[in-house]
């Protein structure tokens, strides 16, 4: 039996807002795994115990560029300390500078972006004189650069959300109101096979898990299961979601009546991933689970 401490409780709890009492449970059920761990919370409590994204601690903005002929494009995503900051038009204007520069030099991490040179200096000298101008840490966390095999088109919703989408065929109109779809609905991927395999697999699991405990008979588990990631699919796959701007046409459709094709799409979230300080478990680990 693996030893449960008052961290894993503690980065459980962080992760998935259940109780702290059902964070060890949860924990010793599992051995130790913290994955599996949350699929037991997921059982127990719902899609709650997968909050991870909506705790996003990192400010910061999401900028675009698309060349002229649209053939080439970049997003980008640029961190600060604080909302204050993203919000400071210098800070917003090297945003742009970056996915630019991104367009123009092709870099192939954000440490070498960080050597490429714009008006005669490098993107660390401008990143280092904005930190002192503006007093906060700045930095260029990540990239997409995009060829084209149709044309680009890019969708910021303020500054938080952006993306950018390779379509070909249909027109501008049609090409900005998919990008704004992506940015509400955030599909995972453009059809099934480009969803992860080990999402897909959960979700059956989690669904047997749940029928399970629901008393359902065990020939009807597979059915069950079956339903519930095809339900799944339809949610987060571009294709099969009904089009924000009318819920009785599906994305599919709207292409097909357009004779277009999305190749690919890439959106950001600012600070996804990053999670939030939150307030100090410590002493509520301690008098709850005494680990």
Same mark, same amino acid.
């Not at 560029?65 to 400071?88: R, W, Y």
């Not at 998919?178 to 480009?194: C, F, R, T, V």
């Not at 989690?206 to 597979?222: N, R, S």
């Not at 949610?235 to 690919?264: C, G, M, P, R, Y």
């Given at each position: 039996?693996?030893?449960?401490?008052?961290?894993?409780?503690?980065?459980?709890?962080?992760?998935?807002?259940?109780?702290?009492?059902?964070?060890?449970?949860?924990?010793?059920?599992?051995?130790?795994?913290?994955?599996?761990?949350?699929?037991?919370?997921?059982?127990?409590?719902?899609?709650?115990?997968?909050?991870?994204?909506?705790?996003?601690?990192?400010?910061?903005?999401?900028?675009?560029?698309?060349?002229?002929?649209?053939?080439?494009?970049?997003?980008?995503?640029?961190?600060?300390?604080?909302?204050?900051?993203?919000?400071?038009?210098?800070?917003?204007?090297?945003?742009?500078?970056?996915?630019?520069?991104?367009?123009?030099?092709?870099?192939?991490?954000?440490?070498?972006?960080?050597?490429?040179?714009?008006?005669?200096?490098?993107?660390?000298?401008?990143?280092?004189?904005?930190?002192?101008?503006?007093?906060?840490?700045?930095?260029?966390?990540?990239?997409?650069?995009?060829?084209?095999?149709?044309?680009?088109?890019?969708?910021?919703?303020?500054?938080?959300?952006?993306?950018?989408?390779?379509?070909?065929?249909?027109?501008?109109?049609?090409?900005?109101?998919?990008?704004?779809?992506?940015?509400?609905?955030?599909?995972?991927?453009? %059809?099934?096979?480009?969803?992860?395999?080990?999402?897909?697999?959960?979700?059956?699991?989690?669904?047997?898990?749940?029928?399970?405990?629901?008393?359902?008979?065990?020939?009807?588990?597979?059915?069950?299961?079956?339903?519930?990631?095809?339900?799944?699919?339809?949610?987060?796959?571009?294709?099969?979601?009904?089009?924000?701007? %009318?819920?009785?046409?599906?994305?599919?459709?709207?292409?097909?009546?357009?004779?277009?094709?999305?190749?690919?799409?890439?959106?950001?979230?600012?600070?996804?991933?990053?999670?939030?300080?939150?307030?100090?478990?410590?002493?509520?680990?301690?008098?709850?689970?005494?680990?």
């Amino acid at each position: 039996m693996a030893e449960i401490t008052a961290s894993m409780v503690m980065a459980l709890r962080a992760k998935t807002d259940a109780p702290m009492m059902d964070c060890k449970k949860a924990l010793t059920e599992a051995d130790g795994d913290s994955q599996r761990a949350e699929e037991i919370l997921r059982v127990r409590f719902g899609n709650k115990a997968s909050k991870a994204s909506s705790r996003i601690a990192a400010e910061g903005a999401v900028s675009a560029f698309i060349s002229n002929d649209g053939k080439q494009g970049c997003l980008i995503e640029i961190n600060s300390e604080t909302d204050f900051c993203a919000k400071n038009e210098e800070f917003q204007q090297f945003g742009s500078v970056l996915a630019k520069a991104v367009v123009d030099s092709n870099p192939s991490s954000v440490e070498e972006l960080a050597l490429v040179t714009v008006d005669g200096k490098t993107i660390e000298e401008k990143r280092t004189g904005l930190i002192g101008k503006i007093g906060e840490n700045i930095t260029p966390r990540r990239f997409q650069l995009l060829q084209a095999k149709g044309s680009l088109y890019a969708y910021l919703h303020g500054a938080k959300i952006g993306v950018i989408l390779d379509l070909e065929g249909g027109n501008e109109e049609l090409g900005k109101d998919i990008a704004m779809h992506i940015a509400a609905a955030k599909p995972k991927a453009i %059809d099934e096979s480009g969803v992860d395999s080990e999402l897909i697999e959960t979700e059956r699991r989690v669904a047997i898990e749940k029928a399970k405990e629901a008393g359902k008979p065990e020939d009807m588990l597979e059915k069950i299961a079956t339903g519930t990631v095809n339900k799944f699919l339809r949610e987060v796959t571009l294709l099969n979601q009904a089009f924000v701007k %009318d819920d009785k046409v599906s994305i599919q459709d709207l292409l097909k009546k357009s004779d277009a094709t999305v190749h690919a799409f890439t959106m950001y979230s600012v600070g996804e991933g990053i999670e939030k300080k939150q307030e100090d478990f410590a002493a509520e680990v301690a008098a709850a689970s005494k680990v």
